[in-house]
């Protein structure tokens, strides 16, 4: 099945945040992981101080027209993100069958938008789901 211009792009900025995420030596576990309804992004291990799992949440957007991508986590988009982490804690494992790591679980966000020279540019907000 084809993928449309937007996935396409959207599968771009996930791989553009896994690698960032990978230089920073944070240890990618997992990209576009389905439980149910919900779909996790990324799922990598920040190695801290503190180490923690973290489930992020990438939004992208050609431009700033209608509002930026922070604004696009909206209350239906935290409802599945709620959902997905906790079932992916219910299977206590990865993909690929490994045991999760037992590290504090947290949501980021990371907003990927057109940067200087049209290159695209990559901004982490920690805590995403904090209220």
Not at 51 to 68: I, N, Q, T, Y
Not at 74 to 82: A, G, I, V
Request: charged share 25%; proline share 5%.
């Amino acid at each position: 099945m084809a993928r449309t211009e937007r996935q396409v792009s959207g599968d771009a900025a996930e791989l553009l945040v896994a690698e960032r995420l990978a230089a920073l030596g944070w240890q990618v576990l997992g990209r576009n992981l389905r439980y149910g309804c919900s779909e996790l992004d990324v799922l990598a291990i920040d190695p801290g101080p503190p180490a923690r799992l973290v489930v992020v949440e990438v939004r992208w957007r050609r431009s700033r027209d209608f509002g930026g991508a922070e604004e696009s986590l909206d209350h239906r988009k935290r409802t599945l993100l709620r959902i997905g982490v906790a079932r992916l804690l219910e299977s206590g494992c990865l993909p690929d069958g490994s045991a999760l790591p037992r590290l504090p679980i947290a949501v980021d966000l990371a907003v990927v938008e057109p940067g200087q020279g049209g290159r695209l540019s990559a901004r982490l907000y920690r805590n995403a789901l904090a209220e």
